[in-house]
């Protein structure tokens, strides 16, 4: 039995944003606009978490009046999302020179910002468009929150990749009660991330860091 104490200062503060799509999100702090999600039965909590982070700045709809949760997060989405979760410095950023990532961009400084803390890697291309996959978001939860990596591999999924490095930032999550498996022995990490499933993930982990906290995990 190990325990670690976290020391973080993710408190939620309301907070004016840069907005990328003027009609669906919010320049300061504003009510629930959102009429896609349920504030009941199986989407309570999912309602709760947009709420709050859409009230923050942290997250954004896909219109002015749905927030599209089933709908597949982009790669480049997903960057936003967690930089402003992380309260990055997204203006004075370094160009991590991808050749799909121009500096007009709606989320280069975003993107930018992600490589300069080591959340992402330098590469030719961040493929912003793209779907980001249940593996890829494990991986920028641990090391964007700096969470204590699991040493041990001991969720029965059938279906861990193949990169072991990939398996711990899965069984990280799942140590944080951030995330689980789509079954008892599937993790699937190589299925897409919903919108709603990411601003959920992000939600329950700026919940457990707010305050400084213990996590307590069997080795």
């Known amino acids: 039995m190990s325990t670690k104490?976290?020391?973080?200062?993710?408190?939620?503060?309301?907070?004016?944003?840069?907005?990328?799509?003027?009609?669906?999100?919010?320049?300061?702090?504003?009510?629930?606009?959102?009429?896609?999600?349920?504030?009941?039965?199986?989407?309570?909590?999912?309602?709760?978490?947009?709420?709050?982070?859409?009230?923050?700045g942290i997250v954004f709809g896909t219109t002015s009046t749905?927030?599209?949760?089933?709908?597949?997060?982009?790669?480049?989405?997903?960057a936003y999302f967690l930089a402003e979760a992380l309260k990055l410095e997204t203006k004075n950023v370094v160009n991590p020179g991808f050749?799909?990532?121009?500096?007009?961009?709606?989320?280069?400084?975003?993107?930018?910002?992600?490589?300069?803390?080591?959340?992402?890697?330098?590469?030719?291309?961040?493929?912003?468009?793209?779907?980001?996959?249940?593996?890829?978001?494990?991986?920028?939860?641990t090391l964007g929150f700096d969470l204590q990596q699991a040493t041990k591999l001991s969720a029965p999924f059938l279906d861990f990749t193949k990169d072991n490095e990939t398996n711990t930032y899965i069984q990280t999550l799942l140590n944080y009660g951030i995330t689980q498996g789509t079954s008892p022995t599937t993790f699937s990490p190589y299925t897409d991330v919903r919108r709603g499933q990411m601003v959920l993930f992000l939600y329950r982990t700026l919940q457990k860091a707010e305050d400084d906290f213990y996590i307590i995990s069997v080795e």
């Open 5 to 56: 104490k976290v020391h973080k200062a993710w408190a939620f503060a309301t907070a004016a944003v840069v907005v990328p799509c003027v009609a669906a999100m919010p320049a300061e702090a504003a009510t629930m606009p959102f009429t896609d999600i349920k504030n009941s039965g199986n989407e309570a909590e999912l309602y709760k978490a947009v709420s709050e982070l859409y009230s923050q």
């Open 66 to 78: 749905t927030f599209s949760p089933y709908q597949n997060l982009t790669r480049g989405e997903a």
């Open 99 to 141: 050749s799909d990532v121009p500096t007009s961009h709606k989320y280069y400084g975003h993107i930018a910002a992600l490589v300069e803390k080591g959340i992402i890697q330098k590469g030719t291309n961040y493929n912003p468009d793209q779907f980001i996959k249940r593996s890829q978001m494990a991986k920028m939860l």
